[in-house]
């Protein structure tokens, strides 16, 4: 009754559509985060049953397919277990529900196949026994002729007991004070061989009147409202109540919870086929026009919907003419809004294409309004329920049949978004790109450093015009429809931009937050504020970038955006990553991850779960806390086949599992895109330096760093991952230059110092170890003893106060390099031992035995106390 409290007021000002993308998930999440709730303050677990599931659509699966998923995420305290049923015989192995569990097994959710086969005479006679009350001696020659004519079916076999029973075959006697029954005659009764059509002979016992009413419940699916049967009777003229309680009373029907539902599927199915293949559409059409007045009358959602979806499946063909089809058309309309506002997108999709379907020819001349409105947001379904075929043909006939440009704004954007969520992020750049020149907002084709750096400063005078933080936060709302539209465009292109052209991201920054002071806040500026403060704090004002971190915050609030909130959360704790300690601001993340699920986000919720997955690998967590979270980001990448996110995670995690010695075998293939996206090719390739570093393989270190030294991804963003990158490069370099006294090898290591040097004077606690190892590699490389032992013992010191057992452990093997290589071994072999024992803790198994190996091999086994 309170949902609000859980997800939060809609206070949004803005009369435009923020957009539907994802909203699906959103409601998928909430419920979700109710099961969570619920199983974990439950005693006994909550258990889910659902029967009939070879008729369950897709949307259905995916719902099962989550809540299993996150229960297996769930904690020891948290319970769930859910119960299926499958016709195995209805099926086969492509249906969505044996995909589905397949892929919840691969995720070490536990799953048990129970195959349910038919009765065997034992197991009937038992049944009998049991029933009559006899002995089963008394009753073994009447399940012999049960069992031979139903084999053992248990609907064929229960419907068949009750058919003696009421037919007089099978009786209570009051002389003999038990149960008999007439052998021969059941012997001799011929029954059909296939349970529906006993079925369908039983219904077709039962009075005219009844089997008319039973018939017409069946278009109605298993169960229906006793609401909804008056109502049909009130405008239909038949006596259907009477009819209904009549076959309760026969057992065909239930009356539960004010609804009829017919006691099996097979008796709806017996029903249904009472009625004329050629006839059911004509049924279909005829009840759901008749429910029509009633649902509006009574202003029933529910009851819209099950008239509009029985006049669907009568079909344009059951249509009288022209004013009956426009009428229908437009009540589509009405289910589909609201639909959408139920967030039930699925449904929502098939009302708008069947209101389509009943457009006649020159609708779009004759009938605009009406047909922009159907297809337009048929558009947005198609994009949330990813039928990006169907968004494609409706999208070029809104773009071709629209009267202004404005019109046609929101079928472009479903597009280019719907591009970057199939990860085609150069084509939908492009086509934003031109979509902004039509608002008329250009942006350069090249972008230099110098260009850069001249929009920043534009950027800051415009703001040096606000006194105070508070009046910048309160400033004007945007109005202009087209300039909304603009910031939506903008918005869309951060991203891609980041990706695909890194150099020119600050301009589409600068243009966001230019356009704010200009126009007025709309709902993406609290973006573009915080991407303006992760470029400053890039450009070395750590201070002020969190400053405006700060202010796109509370922009949130005061627009009221909903839509960005968790890229806000992200983007904002990549920055605070550089002012707090990181094992704690990596939590933040996960903030980013739920607003932006509650958002229906799902490309930014996954951005979230990924950093989080990778930041908590860097912050030096337990390995096997680092692949289960790896693990939880890659369901939700993989369901959602979103390879961007993907070919970033992969190389860590690939990383995290050689170092655990998880087999060749279990490692995730690495999505590739070649060119197009040069910053997830850089990180592969410094995955590859990394790994070659951390197992000791110089010459394929070597040469992976020439390729890693040689890209030029000009990216303006200031992610955490940019200081694993700059600490392990330069370790790497240092190495390089040891064995070649090449100095361009010392410049990269120096580069290198000296950007971990600026974010120490920052933040100590995330920097200062890994500073101090940097420098002892240094005084490594230039013999300076004294003061490489000293920075060892330091880095060590310094690791260990701030939590970074990784590079601790990593800090004891290269200080015992050095003192090796100087001839101390006695004293290298301690630091060897204890970098073991710290990889052994951290979780990195592999890594640790190969230290042991290379100790064993150096040093001797007699070094080891080996006998």
């Known amino acids: 009754p309170s949902l609000s409290t859980i997800i939060g007021q809609d206070d949004s000002q803005y009369g435009v559509d923020q957009g539907c993308v994802d909203a699906q998930k959103r409601l998928l999440y909430l419920l979700c985060q109710f099961v969570e709730v619920i199983s974990s303050s439950s005693g006994a677990p909550v258990t889910l049953f659902l029967d009939d599931l070879q008729w369950a659509d897709t949307a259905s699966i995916q719902v099962i397919h989550q809540l299993l998923l996150n229960s297996g995420s769930l904690n020891k305290s948290k319970h769930f277990f859910f119960l299926g049923c499958v016709r195995q015989e209805e099926v086969n192995g492509n249906h969505p529900f044996f995909s589905m569990l397949s892929t919840v097994c691969q995720f070490g959710i536990p799953v048990t196949t ?29 399940a012999n002729i049960v069992h031979h004519k139903t084999k053992g079916n248990p609907l064929f076999f229960s419907q068949l007991m009750i058919s003696l ?32 059509t006993f079925m369908t002979s039983n219904i077709g016992r039962l009075p005219n009147e009844v089997q008319m009413a039973l018939a017409m419940l069946s278009c109605f699916g298993a169960s229906t409202k006793v609401t909804l049967v008056e109502a049909l009777e009130t405008q239909l003229g038949m006596s259907l109540i009477d009819s209904m309680e009549k076959a309760a009373a026969e057992g065909v029907l239930d009356k539960i919870n004010g609804s009829y539902s017919f006691g099996h599927d097979r008796l709806q199915e017996a029903a249904y086929n009472m009625i004329q293949p050629e006839d059911r559409c004509i049924f279909h059409f005829k009840y759901g026009v008749a429910l029509v007045p009633r649902s509006l009358e009574l202003q029933d959602d529910g009851m819209l919907f099950v008239a509009t979806s029985q006049i669907n499946r009568g079909g344009p063909a059951a249509v009288k003419d022209a004013e009956q089809a426009l009428l229908i058309a437009n009540l589509n309309l009405t289910a589909g809004l609201k639909a ?28 605009y309004d009406l047909s922009l409105q159907l297809f337009e947001n048929c558009s947005k379904c198609a994009l949330v329920i990813g039928d990006i075929t169907s968004l494609s043909l409706l999208s070029e006939q809104i773009i071709t049949f629209s009267k202004s440009f404005e019109e046609k704004l929101n079928a472009m954007y479903n597009t280019v978004s719907a591009l970057a969520y199939a990860s085609q992020l150069p084509e939908s750049v492009n086509r934003s790109i031109l ?27 415009m703001l040096k015009g606000f006194a105070t933080d508070g009046e910048l936060i309160n400033y004007k709302t945007m109005d202009d429809p087209n ?6 465009f903008y918005a869309r292109l951060e991203l891609s931009f980041q990706m695909t052209k890194p150099a020119a991201q600050p301009i589409v920054t600068m243009k966001m937050v230019q356009l704010s002071i200009a126009r007025g806040m709309s709902p993406m500026s609290p973006l573009g504020f915080t991407y303006f403060g992760q470029l400053l704090a890039r450009l070395g004002d750590i201070r002020e970038g969190c400053r405006y971190v700060r202010i796109g915050r509370k922009l949130l609030d005061r627009v009221g955006s909903n839509e960005v909130a968790g890229e806000v959360i992200t983007i ?21 991850h739920a607003a932006a699920m509650l958002a229906g986000d799902m490309s930014n919720a996954m951005a979230s779960s990924m950093t989080y ?46 170092l655990i010695g998880a087999d060749e075998t279990d490692l995730p293939g690495q999505p590739s895109f070649g060119e197009a996206i040069p910053y997830a090719s850089m990180l592969i390739c410094f995955q590859k330096v990394y790994m070659s570093f951390m197992f000791r393989k110089y010459e394929h270190m070597k040469a992976s760093a020439e390729i890693y030294f040689g890209y030029n991804v000009n990216s303006w963003s200031l992610v955490y991952t940019q200081t694993a990158q700059a600490f392990h490069g330069g370790l790497a370099a240092y190495w390089v230059f040891r064995k070649t006294n090449d100095a361009k090898w010392a410049e990269r290591a120096s580069r290198a110092k000296f950007a971990i040097k600026k974010w120490a004077d920052c933040n100590e606690w995330n920097f200062q170890n890994k500073l101090l190892l940097l420098e002892a590699e240094e005084a490594f490389c230039y013999n300076d003893i004294d003061s490489a032992k000293s920075l060892y ?67 001797g086994a007699s070094a080891l106390g080996v006998q």
């Not at 049944?127 to 001696?137: E, F, T």
């Not at 997108?345 to 009938?367: M, V």
């Not at 290269?814 to 290298?828: C, I």
Request: with cysteine.
């Open 340 to 367: 959408m506002e139920l967030s039930d997108f699925s449904s929502a999709f098939s009302f708008f294409d069947n209101g389509i379907s009943f457009l006649r020819k020159r609708h779009w001349q004759e009938h």
């Open 114 to 142: 129970i195959t349910l086969s038919c009765m065997d005479e034992d197991m009937i006679n038992t049944l009998i026994s049991d029933v009559l009350c006899l002995s089963p001696r008394l009753t073994r020659t009447l």
């Open 572 to 592: 904002g704790t990549q920055v605070m990553c550089f002012v707090e300690p990181v094992q704690s601001a990596n939590e933040f993340f996960l903030r980013g």
């Open 613 to 658: 997955a990778v930041g908590s690998y860097w912050a030096g967590t337990k390995l096997q806390i680092v692949r289960e979270n790896f693990a939880k980001s890659r369901i939700l990448m993989e369901k959602q086949n979103h390879l961007m996110w993907l070919a970033h995670q992969t190389p860590v995690e690939r990383s995290m599992l050689i």
């Open 793 to 859: 013992e330091k880095a060590i010191s310094s690791a260990r106060e701030h939590r970074f057992i990784n590079e601790e452990a990593l800090a004891y093997e290269l200080a015992g390099y050095f003192f090796m290589e100087f001839g101390q071994k006695d004293v290298s072999l301690n630091f060897f031992l204890q970098a073991h024992e710290k990889y052994h803790e951290w979780g990195a198994i592999a890594k640790a035995n190969a230290v042991y190996e290379f100790t064993m091999t150096s040093m």
């Open 483 to 488: 300039k909304i539209m603009a910031m939506k």
């Open 165 to 196: 029973s009421k037919d007089g075959l099978l009786r209570p006697s009051l002389s003999r004070h038990r149960w008999e029954w007439d052998e021969e005659k059941i012997q001799s009764r011929k029954l059909p061989d296939d349970v529906a």
């Open 435 to 461: 979509v902004l020149s039509q608002l008329g907002e250009t942006l350069p084709e090249s972008c230099s450093e110098s260009d850069t750096k001249f929009y920043i400063e534009q950027t800051n005078v």
